[in-house]
DNA sequence: GCACTCACATACCGTGAGTACGTACCGAGA
DNA sequence: TCTCGGTACGTACTCACGGTATGTGAGTGC
């Protein structure tokens, strides 16, 4: 132990624009991040202290409070990055699909990578909704993971001739939404997930296929449930 | 405040079979857990204290340390109370339907209903996962709520003529779970639940009855995702 | 070069989970 | 009925950890 290696000094963020202290604050500020990812990834929120996650950055928790309200919202920085990290990555795997369903199904498939990184489950899903709260947790997943979801169901539902309004979208949206991530439990959680994430493409290719068919031929929405 | 109203000093347990002694002690464990079931439920795991709880159960840490080995003990017996409660309303939902796809859209609607309950948002869905841990606590959903999503799941493949081996059938289950658990939160989040669930029902039993074509008419499996 | 402030470091406090130990009371046997 | 053992607690304490108040020295602008 001790502070052994003092591998950089030096703050990898350009110090371009700002001053030098800047970026040396910038620097650090960055390591407590990097250090808590990794700490409350291992370990999780309530197990991982404060004095443990300042000795990795080699600082002090002088410096965290400068930077950071507390140990809710430096949670809340990891979170939001390991969130915005995963989105960006379902997101890019979207472009270059003109067909909505395969659209869909690259979605479905970069989906299902994101949730097997130990980051993502850790902290995202695991943590997420018990350390920031409920309302904080649906707030991000509303503009980064469930976003990307609304554009696929978005996308699929233009496909038809339906007239479905902002509601039913987020509604159909949300349901896509928990059968991905559901999903993408059994792969994760499976002793064998290649096999585990077949089964799930070939299940969920299965609804698609049979949402496809009644959207093509514009069937109408029942009345589901009513009695 | 204070210890005013000295309700009951007299076990609501039965004390039949059982002598004087062991009903007082399962009281006294019982009050434990009611009172830890609602001071979580309202302020969250984290922030109950143990002082709170047994001053609501008005006895002492040494009472508690007694009938269970620590805090996250005591969370897991209200956890699986809750979980169990909320099992068996939905399992009675299902009962006295032949039609599956019948079966189907009740529980769709009790599994609805249990989600609302504040217990059962907090302390299933949103602390759970963080304070068990992901892997006790898919243990606890796999004998209880998620046994009953597999038992609607096979009663509706049963419907058709497929042959589907039994992880198949935990995929479909695991998929269909996810989507039911997101459906709950898109209703228990809304300003208008009512409105919320409506849609909710009406975007499931859409999604049933294009599963049901596909079923009914025998499509097989599509190798979905295949290149 | 001088004041000022930003980016930390140090020392401290309060709270709350967990523990060691004492004790009263019930129930079984003589 | 008396003792005796163990159960079911109560009391007092420790220690870890989140948070805070305050000191300080190296930049930075003037």
Redesign the pocket.
Known sequence: MSKSSVSKLVPKVPSVGG???????????RALIDVAQTLFTDQGY?A????QI?AGA??????????F????ALFEAVFERVESDSAQSVKKALRGHRDPWDKARAGLRAHLEVVQEARYRRIVIQEGPAVLGYERYREQEERSTFANVLDIVQSVLAAGKWELDEDMQQTFARIFFGAMSSAGEAVSGSEDPIAAAVRVETAIGFILAGFQILVENDVQLPNALAD
């Open positions: 001053s030098r202290r800047a970026a040396y604050s910038a620097s650090t500020k309530a991982t202290s404060l004095d300042v080699r600082v002090t928790k002088g410096a965290l409070y400068h930077h309200s507390g140990k809710q």
